[in-house]
């Protein structure tokens, strides 16, 4: 229901912005072993998940969706740092990271895709 965060110290919380969905993340790891320079571009294009009625949910900034916390949120900020803008992996680096979803509650999933330089098709099972 809330996805908390923390940026230079300062908490953060993101919720649903419409009633009747929730929030999803996924994490993802990209390792580039081969080019001397591989630039991904991290935003609501690049990477999606898709349900088993064929609907694709985009990711979302989660610094647009997301409030300062009040009321105490927890010690530990399990879903950082989130992916998002231009990374630029060097050979043999890798980035890891989280993606933000907002879908309609009771939503089960078939596929996340990322979609950069090449496509990556994760399916669940």
């Known amino acids: 229901e809330r996805v908390y965060y923390a940026e230079q110290g300062e908490p953060f919380v993101v919720t649903p912005r419409e009633q009747g969905t929730t929030l999803v993340v996924v994490k993802a790891r990209v390792i580039n072993q081969k080019s001397n320079k591989a630039t991904l571009s991290l935003d609501s294009g690049s990477a999606q998940l898709l349900d088993f009625g064929g609907n694709f949910f985009p990711s979302l900034h989660f610094a647009e969706m997301?409030?300062?916390?009040?009321?105490?949120?927890?010690?530990?900020?399990?879903y950082t740092p989130f992916l998002w803008g231009v990374v630029?992996?060097?050979?043999?680096?890798?980035?890891?990271?989280?993606?933000?979803?907002?879908?309609?509650?009771?939503?089960?999933?078939?596929?996340?895709l990322w979609d950069d330089v090449e496509s990556i098709r994760v399916t669940y099972r």
């Open 88 to 112: 630029e992996l060097v050979q043999g680096f890798e980035v890891t990271g989280w993606f933000i979803f907002e879908v309609p509650s009771e939503t089960g999933f078939l596929d996340f």
């Open 66 to 78: 997301s409030a300062p916390a009040t009321g105490g949120p927890p010690d530990k900020y399990p």
